[in-house]
C-alpha cells in the first residue's frame, strides 16, 4: 500500500466499482449550500462538521460508504473517520469526478 492508497487518493475506480456493487451508500461531505448546488443523484448529505455525531445513523444503514467532496480533501478525511468507527469507507474523491466513475 503507497502513500496515496493510505491517503485515499491511490486508484479508485477498481474500488468505487467494488463498492458499487456492495450496495454502497455515497455520503457528499460539502455543506449544505454546496450540495443544493449539484450533487450525484441519490448521495446523502453529511456535512464533514457533522459526520462524528452521526456515526451511529450511518452504522443503522448497514452498508459500505463511498464519501465525495468538492475536491477529495474532506472526503479523505470523513473516510478516515468512518474507518475509525467500523465503517467501511473508501474516498470517492470530488464528486463530478466520482460521478463519471458511476
Known sequence: ????????????????????????????????????????????????????????????LNKPVIACCASGMRSSQATSILKQNGIDAINGGGWQSLQNKL
Open 1 to 60: 500500500m503507497g502513500l496515496l492508497d493510505f491517503l485515499g487518493f491511490g486508484n479508485k475506480s477498481n474500488s468505487i466499482q467494488e463498492f458499487k456493487e456492495k450496495g454502497a451508500v455515497i455520503i457528499d461531505v460539502r455543506s449544505q449550500g454546496e450540495f443544493a448546488g449539484g450533487h450525484i443523484k441519490g448521495a446523502k448529505n453529511i456535512p464533514l462538521n457533522e459526520i462524528g455525531n452521526k456515526i451511529n445513523d450511518i452504522k443503522k
